[in-house]
């Protein structure tokens, strides 16, 4: 069974930033990509950035891109999104996810049902 547990949510005024983390038990971290979604109050979860298996490809929101990084660490079995600039749009609960296959494709990676494990999420929340 995988968990994954988010941290590193917190309030912080507009233009400020924050690393967010997620680290993962119960699986082989490195085989699959992972993903970072988040979802504010009265709307539905959006993908916000999905990163590949090694690190070397990453696909982003265009509402968070240029802003936001996301890296991982195989070896800490962690995955981190970086978030500056950061806007009061960008409140919201962040949710990262193990996507399904080894590979992948930007359909997939922007749509929830291209991951099979999520976390319980953490609240960000930026202030004007």
């Known amino acids: 069974q995988v968990q994954l547990v988010e941290s590193g949510g917190r309030l912080v005024q507009a233009g400020g930033s924050l690393r967010l983390s997620c680290v993962a038990t119960?699986?082989?971290?490195?085989?699959?990509?992972m993903g970072w979604f988040r979802q504010a109050p009265r709307k539905e979860r959006e993908f916000v950035a999905v990163i590949s298996r090694s690190g070397g490809s990453t696909d982003y929101a265009d509402s968070v891109k240029g802003r936001f990084t996301i890296s991982r660490d195989n070896a800490k079995n962690t995955v981190y999104l970086q978030m500056n600039s950061l806007k009061p749009d960008d409140t919201a609960v962040y949710y990262c996810?193990?996507?399904?296959?080894?590979?992948?494709?930007?359909?997939?990676?922007?749509?929830?049902?291209?991951?099979?494990?999520w976390g319980q999420g953490t609240q960000v929340t930026v202030s004007s």
């Open positions: 996810a193990d996507y399904r296959w080894e590979s992948f494709s930007r359909l997939w990676a922007r749509d929830m049902a291209g991951y099979d494990y």
């Open positions: 119960g699986s082989t971290f490195s085989t699959y990509p």
